[in-house]
């Protein structure tokens, strides 16, 4: 399959963040609406992706990209409230063991619902994912399985690609480029639930 070749503005925006400029929420917005949506290379995604990690993430960049993920996400809907997530960043290169799991298992025994929003270890050992699916736990779950697993036992595993298959197209660039990106920052805020707490 061949891809189109992006608007040219995509190769310009890139451009720009590599001469230390900051996007503009609306231009990081679209900029992931492109790559999320398949229409960037491989190497324009990386190359922004590093980009903006050297430059440090601006505030309007992350809300941008947010807009993007969440404007292409699935939802769940939960009565329950308060409603939490615990989801951390990954991407420290830490060497550490993944502990927002076994966080959101605590917090949900002791009684406060947890949406607990997820994937694969990228750059560590091992993601919330990677846990739950050495436990025994289905990843694919549909958002009707999640609904029903807060409303019974107050808590429910929220796999980032199922929720946000549109994510899967990123995977391997950030995988080969093994760097902390953008993509673990705005992860705990693209939550397909209405939580009430972070």
């Given at each position: 399959?061949?891809?189109?070749?992006?608007?040219?503005?995509l190769?310009?925006?890139?451009?720009?963040?590599?001469?230390?400029?900051?996007?503009?929420?609306?231009?990081?917005?679209?900029?992931?609406?492109?790559?999320?949506?398949?229409?960037?290379?491989?190497?324009?995604?990386?190359?922004?992706?590093?980009?903006?990690?050297?430059?440090?993430?601006?505030?309007?960049?992350?809300?941008?990209?947010?807009?993007?993920?969440?404007?292409?996400?699935?939802?769940?809907?939960?009565?329950?409230?308060?409603?939490?997530?615990?989801?951390?960043?990954?991407?420290?290169h830490?060497?550490?063991?993944?502990?927002?799991?076994?966080?959101?298992l605590?917090?949900?025994?002791?009684?406060?619902?947890?949406?607990?929003?997820?994937?694969?270890?990228?750059?560590?050992?091992?993601?919330?994912?990677?846990?739950?699916?050495?436990?025994?736990?289905?990843?694919?779950?549909?958002a009707a399985?999640?609904?029903?697993?807060?409303?019974?036992?107050?808590?429910?595993?929220?796999?980032?690609?199922?929720?946000?298959?549109?994510?899967?197209?990123?995977?391997?660039?950030?995988?080969?480029?093994?760097?902390?990106?953008?993509?673990?920052?705005?992860?705990?805020?693209?939550?397909?639930?209405?939580?009430?707490?972070?």
């Open positions: 399959m061949t891809i189109a070749a992006p608007p040219f503005h190769t310009e925006l890139i451009r720009r963040c590599a001469g230390d400029r900051h996007l503009e929420a609306d231009e990081a917005e679209t900029a992931f609406g492109m790559i999320l949506d398949g229409a960037a290379t491989q190497a324009q995604t990386a190359a922004l992706l590093a980009i903006l990690a050297r430059n440090g993430e601006s505030a309007a960049e992350l809300a941008g990209a947010v807009r993007a993920v969440r404007a292409r996400a699935g939802t769940v809907q939960s009565a329950r409230r308060p409603l939490l997530d615990v989801c951390g960043t990954g991407g420290d830490s060497g550490s063991f993944n502990i927002s799991t076994a966080t959101a605590v917090v949900a025994g002791a009684g406060v619902a947890v949406a607990k929003h997820g994937n694969r270890a990228m750059t560590s050992r091992s993601g919330s994912a990677d846990v739950l699916e050495a436990a025994g736990v289905d990843l694919q779950r549909s399985t999640a609904e029903a697993s807060l409303a019974s036992a107050g808590v429910a595993f929220l796999y980032a690609q199922a929720f946000h298959p549109a994510l899967q197209a990123v995977a391997p660039v950030r995988r080969e480029i093994g760097i902390r990106t953008l993509f673990n920052l705005i992860g705990p805020l693209c939550n397909p639930a209405e939580l009430t707490h972070q």
